[in-house]
């Protein structure tokens, strides 16, 4: 087949020479076709642009002009005052910038500015206060309609070349950008072709036509990534042989005999979406989502009871060894009287101990299997796995899902998550599962307290208040970002907040944040002395974590000091108290992940958070929490303050393999694309001639990424 004209080396395209391509090159930029689908970074609206002469006092408006004048000086009470005077056509205004000295070396003389603001008349002249200043090249005319794409630069190259070579390239070459969706799909959705969309928004004449250009190639980037969701879950509903795990009464019966509760309406209803799955005889891929505390692993441990009455193994992976024996435990609780074989395999067996759970596991005699990442590990094979539940999802990689699939038969898989995605989200990370939901906490729950208390005497006052609660039975976490002195940080197992340019702030040094040994310390001999007091963190040995985790379980500690260890799953109803310190440090979703250690008993439960500094932002972040109490409403939040990047507890352009789409800005296409996503895939049509271009583009982009191939 002849190469198309779009997959050309940038090189061969009009004023690009070996030289500018290598510089193309440090922007990702290798061929014709990258160089169309280099979007703009933004776009400079000349046309709203007012004349000098037309400007109207407090109104909003935006003038353009060269610098002609630049001054700096001291005002009377000691600050600076910063002037840049603007001139357009014989007529001036001024920008004024009060104390922000940096900003005079930013200007030039001569250089052409745009400043937006609500000017004022002052001594004869147009003030604007603290304008917001765009600079714009030489080249920045009003030439095409005023409306001029602005683009990601490398030093080397400037704007009115890269808009020239990009201008050039789109004239020649936009009428060759083949589209992948049929016509009639188009005008369906009242879509402009690819082609049309590639000119759109290089050379748009109004900001419509730019966005109108944009949505479409954003579409295409999410419909594609969609598809590839759809035809993998697709491929293992196809995937013969599962199981048959039939639900009976009489098991109902057993199963619910062994809680000493009645399940929720939530519990019910889950287990009903599951059993239905599972009776099915083919591959359930189904996301528990529930907020910490529901009661997800009632219905895991029904799951696999179920799994394990109908003759198969059931698996219980959690992200850590705390949570794995913690699971163990309640399953020792229920089964106490039970003959079901189980078997806990973690990284801490002796190898003795780990060659005779293999062997068990291997052989069909374990029926219940409760472990960690160490449960996928290669030489951990399976006899007859019916169901894997896999707890806290959002601490493991995305892939890890696949791994358990065995030759013969594919498991059921559950994966459950307490890290609430906003919906519109959940629809691409986890958008080839299907969801049961459970939004409803056991009875008798009332939501965590939750302060920010300041440091000084509100903090004595919120420490009186947990020793009196300590003296009434209660019992406290408190929670530290590090170990120790030296220590880095551990606050961050999420990825840290990212600034204003998308850029990750780095942690701040850890010197001024408090660690867990010397909390531990000070509240030992001092405020706590009258209370038995622990100390938990990662890297204390494995049987040593077990004991405190023992003695704080069994209420013999008081007080638990401790490292985000616990954050995910422990379960200690009778801990009602948890204080955090440095709590700017962690991200909100973590920090309402350690809120659900507390309130999960009949106790209310009281949530105090120190911050270490008080900046606006991190107050706002924190005070978040104390507005919401479901985890939902949290996540919400923390997606609009932050990016749906670090919601996921992934770059915004990190896991997820999109091209041009950015989660944040088109959020409103997600549910779109799926939709027609699923349609084209349920309905056959995508398996038609006519979609055979689209298919093809699918899957040449994401068939070895999910594992999903031509046939499926
Ligand atoms: P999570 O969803 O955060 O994993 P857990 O499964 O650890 O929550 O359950 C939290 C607590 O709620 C546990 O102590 C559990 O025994 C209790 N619980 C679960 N279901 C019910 C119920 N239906 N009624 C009363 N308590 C329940
Ligand atoms: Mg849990």
Request: aromatic fraction near 6%; glycine fraction near 8%.
């Amino acid at each position: 087949m002849d190469e198309s004209p779009l997959d050309r080396s940038i090189q061969f395209i009009k004023g690009v020479g070996p030289q500018r391509a290598a510089l193309l090159g440090r922007l990702g930029l290798q061929t014709v076709s990258d160089l169309l689908f280099n979007l703009p970074r933004d776009l400079l609206d000349l046309t709203q642009v007012t004349p000098m002469g037309s400007i109207v006092e407090g109104e909003s408006c935006q003038v353009r002009g060269r610098v002609v004048d630049l001054d700096a000086r001291p005002t009377r009470k000691g600050g600076t005052v910063t002037g840049v005077a603007i001139e357009a056509h014989g007529q001036y205004v001024r920008g004024i910038w009060f104390n922000q000295p940096w900003i005079l070396p930013k200007f030039r003389f001569n250089d052409c500015v745009l400043f937006s603001g609500k000017p004022k008349r002052r001594a004869g002249r147009w003030e604007f206060s603290s304008p917001h200043v765009q600079w714009l090249d030489p080249d920045d005319t009003d030439a095409h309609g005023g409306v001029i794409p602005r683009y990601h630069l490398t030093e080397g190259l400037k704007m009115p070349e890269m808009r020239r070579i990009t201008r050039g390239a789109v004239e020649e070459f936009a009428h060759l950008v083949p589209d992948p969706l049929p016509e009639a799909c188009r005008a369906e959705l009242e879509l402009p072709s690819l082609a049309q969309a590639v000119r759109l928004v290089h050379l748009p004449v109004t900001v419509e036509q730019f966005q109108q250009g944009l949505r479409r190639i954003v579409h295409q980037d999410l419909l594609e990534f969609q598809l590839g969701l759809s035809l993998r879950r697709r491929a293992w509903q196809r995937t013969a042989m599962a199981p048959v795990i039939p639900l009976t009464a009489k098991v109902d019966a057993r199963i619910r005999r062994l809680f000493p509760f009645p399940f929720t309406g939530g519990q019910d209803r889950a287990i009903r979406e599951i059993c239905h799955d599972l009776g099915l005889g083919r591959a359930m891929h189904r996301l528990l989502q529930a907020d910490v505390g529901a009661g997800k692993t009632v219905v895991a441990i029904y799951s696999l009871l179920l799994t394990v009455a109908a003759g198969y193994q059931g698996v219980l992976m959690a992200p850590t060894e705390v949570l794995a024996r913690q699971h163990w435990q309640t399953l020792e609780r229920c089964l106490a009287h039970s003959r079901v074989e189980r078997v806990l395999l973690t990284g801490q067996l002796t190898p003795a101990e780990r060659r005779e759970a293999q062997e068990k596991i291997r052989s069909g005699q374990a029926q219940l299997i409760v472990g960690t990442q160490a449960l996928i590990q290669k030489d951990v094979s399976f006899g007859r796995l019916g169901l894997v539940v896999i707890d806290e999802q959002h601490r493991f990689g995305v892939r890890q899902r696949a791994r358990f699939a065995a030759d013969a038969i594919t498991p059921h898989t559950l994966v459950m998550t307490a890290t609430p995605i906003p919906r519109s989200l959940c629809l691409t990370q986890f958008g080839d599962l299907d969801l049961s939901l459970m939004d409803e906490l056991p009875p008798g729950r009332q939501p965590v307290s939750t302060h920010i208390v300041a440091t000084g005497p509100q903090q004595t006052k919120a420490w009186e208040f947990l020793v009196r609660k300590l003296a009434a039975g209660r019992q406290a976490y408190v929670v530290c970002p590090r170990i120790e002195g030296e220590e880095e940080s551990l606050a961050m197992t999420e990825p840290p907040a990212t600034g204003e340019d998308g850029t990750a702030v780095a942690p701040a040094p850890p010197a001024n944040t408090s660690s867990a040994e010397q909390v531990f310390k000070e509240l030992r001999t001092g405020l706590l002395k009258d209370f038995r007091v622990g100390l938990l963190h990662g890297q204390l040995a494995g049987e040593h974590k077990q004991e405190i985790m023992r003695l704080f379980r069994a209420g013999e500690l008081q007080a638990l000091v401790s490292t985000t260890v616990i954050e995910v799953g422990v379960d200690v109803p009778n801990a009602s108290l948890l204080v955090v310190f440095d709590a700017e440090r962690f991200g909100l979703a973590q920090l309402h992940q350690l809120r659900g250690r507390v309130g999960r008993g009949v106790h209310q439960g009281y949530c105090f958070l120190f911050p270490s500094s008080a900046t606006p932002e991190s107050q706002k972040r924190l005070e978040v929490l104390v507005r919401h109490s479901s985890g939902f409403e949290v996540a919400e939040a923390d997606f609009r303050l932050r990016g749906p990047g670090d919601v996921l507890g992934t770059r915004q352009h990190g896991d997820l393999p999109l091209e041009s789409a950015d989660l944040f800005r088109d959020a409103s296409l997600l549910p779109t694309t799926r939709d027609q996503a699923q349609e084209l895939v349920r309905s056959g049509r995508l398996d038609t001639p006519e979609y055979a271009p689209l298919k093809q583009r699918v899957l040449s982009r994401f068939g070895e990424l999910m594992e999903i191939s031509g046939g499926g």
